[in-house]
């Protein structure tokens, strides 16, 4: 990130972007923007911004069924975080260090994981991305077989 601080008018087109590549709708995307800037105040900081995002995308994420929770256990996702959200928080991570730039280790502070959980995303995201030429491809087509993420 610059070291300028910038303000939350002029992060409006990544946090824009952003929610586009999280949702892939334009409706939705709009949606997001505005629960998202309908939270913050003038005085936040870009890491602020970013974490009131992620927060407004997960309250639209609908809750998941009984199956997509039985999977979680099995690959030991908690049952706060749904595979769901892991997801995202991958899609996210790889989106985050490649829209706005962002540094690893604010990366983590927005999400709040540890560091090496998000380099090892990034790799992760990175690698879904140049095979299936899609971030983090749905759900259905993760679900391990032999209890580990493909």
Not at 34 to 56: A, G, P, V, W
Request: proline share 4%.
């Amino acid at each position: 990130m610059n070291k300028s601080k910038r303000t939350s008018l002029d992060l409006m087109n990544n946090i824009y972007t952003l929610a586009y590549w999280m949702t892939g709708s334009e409706t939705e995307s709009n949606e997001l923007v505005n629960k998202t800037y309908s939270r913050i105040d003038q005085d936040m900081t870009d890491k602020e911004i970013f974490r009131t995002f992620r927060s407004c995308y997960f309250t639209s994420i609908e809750p998941e069924g009984q199956l997509a929770a039985d999977v979680s256990t099995l690959i030991g996702v908690s049952s706060e975080e749904s595979l769901r959200q892991r997801f995202a928080d991958i899609k996210l991570s790889v989106l985050l260090s490649e829209i706005p730039g962002i540094r690893h280790r604010d990366i983590s502070k927005i999400i709040g994981k540890p560091l090496l959980t998000v380099r090892w995303w990034l790799s992760l995201g990175r690698k879904s991305l140049v095979n299936t030429q899609r971030l983090i491809p749905p759900i259905e087509m993760c679900l391990p077989i032999a209890g580990a993420l493909q």
